[in-house]
C-alpha cells in the first residue's frame, strides 16, 4: 500500500513502472490476447474489462508508439464490450446467466448496467462450484444491491461502453494538464475508471487516493478469489459490503476514506465485476515499479492520446491479426496455431506455454499483447506468477476452448467440474507457495487440455490431484516456464476415483455453456469485425515493428524483480485476504456475521424459490436414487466391501448435505437422504461400549443385525452389574437407531433395557425406552405392550403427579388392556394410592405381576410415610410395631396367624429403623413388644431425605454434598 | 355472469363501505362464513362461476388497497363452498393476518366485533380442517396454527388503549382451542397476563368474556384440585350466565357440581333434571345414603364421560364421604340402641355393613380406611388398634365439610 501511495504522488515513475510492468504481463499476454477473444470463457470477459481500463490508462499515459495498439486493443475491447453491452447485452447477460450454474432470471432486468457485476458473479459461482448453494444465496443478494443502487451502476456500465470512446478524450485531457499527475491520476483512470468515475465523478484528488485503497484491496480481493480455498462466507461478507457500498458509494470513495471501506468495495468489485483481476495484477507492479521509468513514461503518456491514437490506429492498422482472431474465433478450440503464429511472428519468443497461460488471463488485451510479448521470456515469466496469483484460479478455469470471442458479458464458461477440481488441487495446498505452484502447474493443465480441446470433454472429477509441487519447483516455475512444462505430463490425465461433485448437473451445464460461447461468439464477433480487425492489426505492426527498445531492455530486470515481489506480495495478500475472510467468515465482529446471516438468509430464500436450485435438488434426488441402485447391484452381484464402499460415497454425500444444513438452518429438512445416512454395519464385535455419537456412525464400528441380537443375549444372562448392562444396551440401541432397525429385536431390546432400568430404579433411563416403546408399539411391532402400559400407568400415577396426564391415559387405555392383570393391577394402585389406602397399596404390592413391584418400589418410602403419618394421627394410645411391619409391606409374608415368627421379626426390625429414621417415638409396651407412640410421634415424624438422593438423581455421581442428613 | 359479477361487486362495495363508515356490523357478516348466510353462499357460488374475482378486486382502488384481504376471504370462501377446508383454513389464515394488519392501524377498537367472528371463525374453521385432515389420515395440526395465530391478536389486543377490551375474548378462544388440543399448560401465559394486568379492571370486560373465561379457568382449578377456587370461578361463571343459555349453564354445572359435591354440597334433584346431568344423581345418592356400592357403580357406568371431562378423580374422592356417611349411619343406628356406647364403632360391625353393600373389604383394610378419614378430620375420634374400635368424638363426631374441601 505505501508503495502504492508513493507511486500516486511520486506519479510518473513508480507509476510507468507499474504500468509497464503490466503492460509486459500483458504484452506477453498478448498474444494470447488476440486467441482470448475466442478462448475467454467469461473471465475472459472480465478480464477484458479489467485490461481495457488499464490499458487505457497506460496507453494514454506511457507508451504511446508501443500502446497505440493497445489502446486500441482497449478501444477494440471496449468496442467490443460495448457491442456486446449494446447489441448484445441481453443475449451476453442471458448467456452469462446461463453459464452461471445458478439462474440469474433476475440479472436478465439489470443486463445493462449490471452486465459486469453479473459477470462476476457468474465468474464466482462457476469458481466455487463446491460451494453452489452458498454461492446462489450470495447471488441473490447482489442482485438485490444492484437493483436498489441502480444509479451507482450505471456509470460504471456506461462508462465501460462509452467510456471507452468518449472517455479516452475526457481522460486525456484531464490527465495530461496536471502534469505529473496525471500518470498517476491517469493511472487511475484507466484502471479504476469505473470505480472512480462512477463514484468520484471526475475528481483526480479522489482519484489517486481511490485508486491506492482501490489497488490494495482490488489485489487481495483478486486473491481472495483466486484462491479456490476461501470461504463462501467470505464471499458472502463480500457481497454484503457490496451492497453497503453502494449505499455508500460515493461517500466511501471520497479520496479520505478509509482503506477498509474502499478495499471492501474493491475486493467486491473485483469479485463481481472482475475488473479487480486486473487491477490485482496492477497495483504489485506498481509498488515494485521503479523510478527510472517514469521518462520515458511521460513522452509516451504525452503522446498516447487515447482518442486520437484509437482513431488513427483503427483506421491505419491493416494486418494480420485479424485474419488470426477469425480464425481462433471460428476454430476456437485450436488454440495453439494462431497461437503460435502469433509467436512467431513476434519476434521475442515466449514459450507457448507462457503464453497461452497468459492468454487466458490477459485474454482481452489482445492488441496490446503482441509487441509486449516480444518484452521478453523473461517478462512473461515473471509476470506470470503475478497474474497467476492475481487472476489464475478464475481465467484459467474458465478459459473455453469454444469461445472465440471474449466478450466482457460471458459468464464462467469452464466446466465446473474443471473448477472444482482446481479448487480440490488449491485445498491440498499448504502454503502460499504451494498454493502458488500448484496455480503454475494447474494453469499448466488447464490449458493443455485446453488445447487438446478437452477441456470439457475430460473427466476433471476424476482427474487426480497432482502432488503438490515443491515450493522450490514453483519458485524456478516462476522463473522458468520449461519447467512447468516438464511437469505437466505427470499430472496429466490418471484418473482416479471419481468423486463427483454432487452440485450440480454437469450436463446440462455444458451444453448451456457452449450455446453461450457461441452466441457471445456471435456478439463479439461482430463488434469485433468493426474495431478489431482494425486495431489489431496496427497492435500486430506496431508490436513487431516498434517495440519499444526501451521496454525491451528494462523491462526484463524490473519485471523479473517485481514479478518476484510480486509473488511474494500477492501471497502475503492472499493470507491477508484469508484472514480476512476467515474473519468476516466467523470470529469477526457480530455485526459481520449478522451481515453475513441476513444476506445468507434472503439469499437462502432467493435460493428455495429458485428453479435451478429446484432441479439442482431433483438431480440430486436423482443421483441418489443411482446410488442406490448402483448399490443394490453391487450387493447382489459382488462382496459386501463394494457395497459398503458405495454406502460410504453415499452417507459422505448425505453427510455433507446434512451438514450443509446445519449451517444454514433455512435449508429445507427433506434436502438431507436419511436412506443415504444410514448404515449398515460390519462389526462384528459382540461387546461394545456405549459411546454418544459426535459425528456419522462408522459401519467398521457398528454392529449388524445378528451380531446385536447375540449381544442382547449376551447381556441378558450377564452375570455383570446394571452398569455394565445399562452400557451395553445403549449400545445396542444406538447401533439399531443408526442402522434404522424397527423391528421385535428393537422391541425386545428397549423392553429388556426397560425391565432392568425398572430393577434398578433407574427412571430417567426407563423413561427413555418407554417412550420408544410407545412409538413402537404403536407402529405396530409386538412385545409386551399391557406390561409396559401398566408401567406407564404406575409410572404416572406415582410419579408424574399430573392428573391430566392421569386422566388421559387412563381414557386411553382399551378394553382390552383394562383386562389384563397386570392393567388391573395398576389400575388398582391408583386406586389405593389417590385414596391413601396403604394396606391396599401394600397388598398390591407384595402381589405386583412382572416388576410392577420395582416401579412400586419407587412410591414405598412416600407411602409409609403417609401411612404412619395417618397412623400417628388416628391411633391412640399406640400401634403395635408388628402390625405396622406387617401392613406397611416390611416383612416379607402376609400377616397370617403367626406362621413364620423369624420372618416377621426380620421384618420388625426393619420396620423398627424405618421408624426410628423418620422420627417416630417407640416405646414397649409391658409384654415387651414394640408400640408405636402415636401420640409423641403425630408431631415429630419427618420424612427424612434419602441417603443416596442426589440431585440429579444419579446416585453414582454422588458427592458428599448431596448427601443428607441422617437420623 | 352478471350475476356473479354483480354479486362480487356488490361483497366488495359492502367490504369498503363498511370499512370507512366503520360499520362493524355489517363488516363482520362479510366474515362470518360459518353462519352460512346466503349471500355468502351465493358470493361463494359467483366466486367459484367467476373465477377472475382478483381482477374486480384490482380494478377499482377503492378495493385494490384491501386487497390482501380480499383476495385470501374469496379464495378461502371458494375452496369453503368447494368444502376443501384445509384449503379453505389457509386462506382464511392468510386474510386475518392480513387483516390483523389493517386492525393494527386504526386507532380505535371500532373493528373488534369482526376480529371477533374472525377469532372464532379461524378456530371453527381450524376444527373442521382437522377433522378432515384425520380423516385423510393426515396429521391434523391446523387447530394449533389457529391457536398460534390467535395468539398473535392476542399480542395486538393486550397493550392498553380501548383494544383491550377484546382481549378476553380471544383469550377465550384460545381456551377451547387449548382445552381441545390438550394443551392446558399454555393457558397460563394468557391468564397470567389478564389477571396481573392492573390497568384493566376484570369487570369491565364483556359479561359473556367473562363468564367463559371463569368457566375455563375454573375447569382448570378442577384439574389441580384446587376446589375452593374452581367453586369460586365456576359459581361465578354461573351466575353470571346468561339464564337463557341453559347449554352454557349446563357446562359450568358439568363442573360445579362435582367441585361442590367434593366440598360437602349435595345438588336439589330437580337441578339434574333440569340440566339433564343424571349422571350425577346416583353419585348424590351414594353419598346421600352412605351406599359406596352404588358409587362405585355410578363412576363404573360412567367411567367414560367422568374420564373425558376430566371429573372422574374428582368424583373418585367422593368416597371417603361415603365412608363417612355410613360410619355416622351405624353410628345413629347404634345410637338408637344403646346412646351409651353408641360412639364406640366395632371395627366388625362397619365391615359387616360393607359386606351387605357387597364390599368385600377384610379388617386391615377398613381399619386402614378408618384411620384415614379419621386422619382427614371426616370423622372425630381415634382408632384403638388393640380392639379394634373407632372411638368416637362425643362432640360432632362427624364433622361436616361446609364447602371447605377434605383435608388431604
Known amino acids: 500500500m505505501m508503495n502504492q501511495a508513493t507511486n500516486t504522488q511520486t506519479l510518473a515513475s513508480l507509476d510507468q513502472n507499474s504500468i509497464e510492468n503490466q503492460y509486459v504481463v500483458n504484452a506477453s499476454q498478448g498474444q494470447t490476447s488476440l486467441y482470448v477473444p475466442s478462448t475467454t470463457g467469461s473471465e475472459a470477459a472480465s478480464w477484458n474489462m479489467s485490461r481495457v481500463d488499464n490499458h487505457s490508462a497506460e496507453n494514454g499515459s506511457f507508451l504511446n508508439s508501443t500502446y497505440h495498439h493497445v489502446q486500441h486493443t482497449e478501444l477494440s475491447t471496449r468496442t467490443v464490450q460495448d457491442g456486446s453491452n449494446a447489441a448484445s447485452l441481453a443475449t451476453s447477460l442471458s448467456l452469462g446467466t446461463t453459464n452461471a450454474q445458478s439462474d440469474y432470471s433476475s440479472y436478465n432486468s439489470y443486463s445493462n448496467s449490471s452486465d459486469p457485476y453479473s459477470y462476476g458473479s457468474t465468474g464466482y459461482q462457476g469458481y466455487y462450484n463446491g460451494y453452489l448453494q452458498q454461492s446462489n444465496p450470495t447471488y441473490s443478494q447482489p442482485v ?406 526501451m521496454n525491451n531492455i528494462r523491462f526484463p530486470l524490473m519485471e523479473q524483480k517485481s514479478a518476484s515481489k510480486t509473488v511474494q506480495r500477492q501471497v502475503k495478500r492472499q493470507r491477508l485476504a484469508d484472514v480476512n475472510a476467515a474473519d468476516n467468515g466467523d470470529a469477526s465482529s457480530d455485526s459481520d456475521k449478522e451481515q453475513n446471516l441476513t444476506a445468507y438468509y434472503s439469499s437462502a430464500i432467493a435460493l428455495a424459490n429458485n428453479p435451478e436450485e429446484r432441479k439442482r435438488r431433483e438431480s440430486r434426488s436423482k443421483r441418489f436414487e443411482k446410488m442406490q441402485g448402483n448399490r443394490a447391484e453391487i450387493n447382489q452381484f459382488k462382496a459386501k466391501n463394494a457395497g459398503t464402499e458405495n454406502l460410504y460415497a453415499r452417507r459422505a454425500s448425505a453427510l455433507v448435505l446434512s451438514k450443509s444444513f446445519e449451517d444454514g438452518g433455512s435449508k429445507a429438512v427433506e434436502d438431507i437422504d436419511w436412506d443415504a445416512l444410514t448404515v449398515k454395519g460390519t462389526c462384528q464385535e459382540i461387546e461394545k461400549r456405549y459411546l454418544r455419537l459426535t459425528s456419522a456412525p462408522d459401519p467398521s464400528t457398528v454392529r449388524p443385525e445378528e451380531v446385536l441380537e447375540k449381544a442382547l443375549f449376551m447381556v441378558q444372562n450377564s452375570q455383570k452389574n446394571y452398569l455394565y448392562k445399562c452400557d451395553q444396551l445403549k449400545s445396542i440401541r444406538q447401533d439399531l437407531t443408526v442402522q434404522r432397525i424397527r423391528n421385535q429385536l428393537t422391541v425386545k431390546v428397549y423392553e429388556t433395557h426397560a425391565r432392568l432400568t425398572l430393577e434398578v430404579g433407574d427412571l430417567p433411563e426407563y423413561n427413555q425406552c418407554q417412550s420408544q416403546l410407545k412409538i413402537l408399539y404403536a407402529e405396530g411391532i409386538e412385545g409386551c405392550h399391557m406390561e409396559f402400559a401398566a408401567y406407564n400407568l404406575l409410572c404416572v400415577i406415582m410419579h408424574s403427579n399430573n392428573n391430566r396426564d392421569l386422566l388421559s391415559s387412563m381414557s386411553r387405555l382399551s378394553d382390552e388392556a383394562k383386562k389384563d392383570k397386570a392393567v388391573q393391577h395398576a389400575l388398582a394402585v391408583r386406586v389405593a394410592v389417590t385414596s391413601g389406602n396403604y394396606v391396599m397399596f401394600f397388598r398390591l404390592y407384595k402381589t405386583a405381576p412382572n416388576l410392577s413391584a420395582c416401579l412400586m418400589d419407587l412410591y414405598v418410602e412416600k407411602m409409609r410415610y403417609k401411612a404412619v403419618s395417618c397412623m400417628s394421627r388416628s391411633y391412640r394410645p399406640q400401634v403395635p410395631v408388628l402390625y405396622i411391619a406387617q401392613v406397611l409391606g416390611f416383612s416379607s409374608s402376609i400377616p397370617t396367624n403367626g406362621g413364620s415368627d423369624e420372618k416377621d421379626s426380620e421384618g420388625l426390625e426393619d420396620c423398627v429403623d424405618w421408624l426410628k429414621s423418620h422420627g417416630a417415638c417407640l416405646i414397649a409396651d409391658s409384654n415387651g413388644e414394640m408400640q408405636l407412640d402415636t401420640k409423641a410421634s403425630s408431631s415429630s415424624l419427618y420424612m427424612p431425605e434419602p441417603e443416596d438422593a442426589v440431585a440429579h438423581g444419579d446416585a453414582s455421581l454422588a458427592v458428599n454434598d448431596f448427601l443428607t442428613r441422617t437420623s | 355472469m352478471g350475476e356473479a359479477h354483480r354479486r362480487i361487486t356488490d361483497y366488495l362495495n359492502k367490504f369498503s363501505d363498511a370499512v370507512s363508515y366503520q360499520d362493524v356490523a355489517s363488516l363482520a357478516q362479510l366474515f362470518s362464513f360459518s353462519s352460512n348466510s346466503p349471500s355468502l353462499l351465493s358470493l361463494a357460488d359467483a366466486l367459484n362461476y367467476f373465477q377472475d374475482a382478483n381482477r374486480l378486486i384490482k380494478q377499482s382502488d377503492k378495493f385494490s388497497q384491501f386487497g390482501e384481504i380480499l383476495a385470501p376471504i374469496f379464495r378461502s370462501l371458494q375452496s369453503y363452498r368447494l368444502g376443501n377446508l384445509v384449503d379453505s383454513y389457509h386462506a382464511f389464515e392468510k386474510f386475518a393476518n392480513a387483516f390483523i394488519q389493517e386492525f393494527r392501524n386504526w386507532e380505535s377498537a371500532w373493528a373488534l366485533e369482526a376480529l371477533y367472528v374472525i377469532a372464532y371463525e379461524i378456530r371453527v374453521l381450524a376444527e373442521r380442517a382437522d377433522r378432515e385432515l384425520a380423516s385423510n389420515g393426515k396429521s391434523p395440526e391446523k387447530l394449533k396454527g389457529a391457536g398460534s395465530f390467535l395468539m398473535k391478536v392476542f399480542g395486538v389486543l393486550a397493550g392498553k388503549g380501548p383494544k383491550r377490551v377484546g382481549a378476553l375474548y380471544v383469550t377465550c378462544q384460545l381456551f377451547k382451542i387449548y382445552f381441545k388440543l390438550g394443551t392446558v399448560h399454555l393457558c397460563r401465559s394468557v391468564i397470567r397476563s389478564i389477571e396481573t394486568a392492573r390497568i384493566f379492571d376484570f369487570e369491565e370486560f364483556p359479561r359473556r368474556d367473562k363468564v367463559t373465561y371463569m368457566y375455563y379457568t375454573g375447569r382448570l382449578e378442577v384439574f389441580n384440585e384446587n376446589f375452593p377456587a374452581a367453586e369460586h370461578k365456576l359459581s361465578y361463571a354461573l351466575t353470571h350466565c346468561n339464564p337463557l343459555r341453559e347449554a352454557n349453564i349446563r357446562m359450568i354445572l358439568k363442573y360445579l357440581i362435582p367441585v361442590k359435591l367434593s366440598l360437602g354440597i349435595l345438588p336439589k334433584a330437580w337441578l339434574l333434571e333440569k340440566y339433564n346431568l343424571l349422571e350425577y344423581s346416583n353419585v348424590v345418592q351414594a353419598l346421600k345414603r352412605g351406599d359406596l356400592r352404588l358409587l362405585r357403580h355410578a363412576l363404573q357406568e360412567h367411567e367414560d364421560q367422568f374420564l373425558r371431562s376430566g371429573v372422574y378423580l374428582v368424583l373418585e374422592k367422593l368416597e371417603l364421604q361415603v365412608y363417612q356417611r355410613l360410619v355416622k349411619k351405624i353410628y345413629f343406628i347404634q345410637k338408637q340402641k344403646d346412646p351409651s356406647k353408641a360412639h364406640q364403632l366395632k371395627l366388625d360391625v362397619i365391615v359387616k355393613a360393607l359386606k351387605w353393600l357387597e364390599m368385600d373389604m377384610d379388617l386391615d383394610e377398613v381399619e386402614c380406611i378408618m384411620t384415614i378419614l379419621i386422619y382427614k378430620n371426616l370423622v372425630k375420634g381415634y382408632f384403638a388398634h388393640k380392639s379394634k374400635v373407632v372411638v368416637l368424638s362425643k362432640q360432632d363426631p362427624f364433622p361436616k365439610l361446609n364447602g371447605k374441601p377434605v383435608n388431604s
Not at chain 1, 473455453?400 to 464462467?412: E, F, I, R, T, Y
Request: glycine letters at 4%.
Open chain 1, 144 to 549: 438485490g444491491a444492484y437493483q436498489n443502487t441502480g444509479a451507482p451502476y450505471q456509470p460504471l456500465s456506461s462508462f465501460q461502453n462509452t467510456g471507452s470512446y468518449a472517455g479516452p478524450a475526457s481522460y486525456s485531457s484531464t490527465y495530461y494538464n496536471p502534469g505529473d499527475y496525471q500518470t498517476a491520476g491517469g493511472y487511475p483512470n484507466s484502471s479504476y475508471t469505473h470505480q472512480t468515475t462512477t463514484w468520484n465523478e471526475g475528481n483526480y484528488a479522489n482519484y489517486t487516493t481511490h485508486q491506492y485503497s482501490n489497488y490494495t484491496p482490488d489485489t487481495s480481493g483478486a486473491y481472495a478469489a483466486g484462491n479456490a480455498a476461501t470461504n463462501s462466507l467470505h464471499y458472502q461478507q463480500h457481497y454484503k459490503q457490496w451492497a453497503d457500498y453502494y449505499n455508500q458509494t460515493e461517500v466511501s470513495c471520497a479520496p479520505g476514506t478509509e482503506n477498509l471501506s474502499v478495499a471492501s468495495t474493491s475486493t467486491q468489485l473485483s469479485q463481481v465485476s472482475q475488473v479487480p483481476s486486473v487491477s490485482g495484477g496492477y497495483p504489485t507492479s506498481n509498488s515494485q515499479a521503479p523510478p527510472s521509468f517514469t521518462s520515458s513514461w511521460r513522452p509516451e503518456s504525452s503522446s498516447s492520446q487515447m482518442p486520437s491514437l484509437q482513431e488513427q490506429k483503427k483506421t491505419a492498422c491493416p494486418q494480420a491479426p485479424n485474419l488470426q482472431y477469425p480464425a481462433a474465433q471460428q476454430a476456437p478450440q485450436n488454440y495453439q496455431p494462431p497461437l503460435q503464429t502469433v509467436q512467431s511472428s513476434d519476434t521475442r519468443r515466449v514459450s507457448k506455454l507462457q503464453i497461452q497461460t497468459n492468454p487466458r488471463i490477459a485474454s482481452n488485451l489482445p492488441l496490446g499483447l503482441p509487441k509486449l510479448d516480444k518484452d521478453g521470456p523473461n517478462n512473461s515469466a515473471v509476470a506470470k506468477p503475478a497474474y497467476i496469483s492475481v487472476s489464475l484460479p478464475k481465467p484459467s478455469e474458465k478459459v473455453l476452448p469454444n469461445d472465440a470471442a471474449d466478450s466482457v458479458l460471458k459468464a464462467g464458461v469452464f466446466p465446473k467440474s474443471l473448477k472444482s477440481y482446481v479448487e480440490r488441487v488449491l485445498a491440498q495446498c499448504k502454503d502460499e507457495k504451494q498454493m502458488a505452484a500448484c496455480q503454475e502447474v494447474m494453469k499448466e493443465v488447464i490449458t493443455k487440455a485446453t488445447n487438446d480441446g478437452t477441456l470439457h470433454t475430460r473427466d476433471w472429477d476424476a482427474e487426480s490431484l497432482f502432488p503438490i509441487p515443491k515450493t522450490d519447483m514453483a519458485d524456478k516455475n516462476n522463473l522458468q516456464n520449461p519447467t512447468p512444462v516438464s511437469l505437466f505430463p505427470k499430472y496429466k490425465k490418471s484418473p482416479t476415483r471419481r468423486s463427483k461433485s454432487r452440485w450440480e448437473p454437469l450436463l446440462e451445464e455444458k451444453s448451456v455453456d457452449k450455446l453461450g460461447s457461441v452466441n457471445n461468439y456471435a456478439a463479439k464477433y461482430s463488434s469485433w469485425v468493426h474495431v478489431n480487425e482494425k486495431d489489431r492489426k496496427p497492435t500486430g505492426a506496431s508490436s513487431e515493428g516498434k517495440t519499444d527498445v
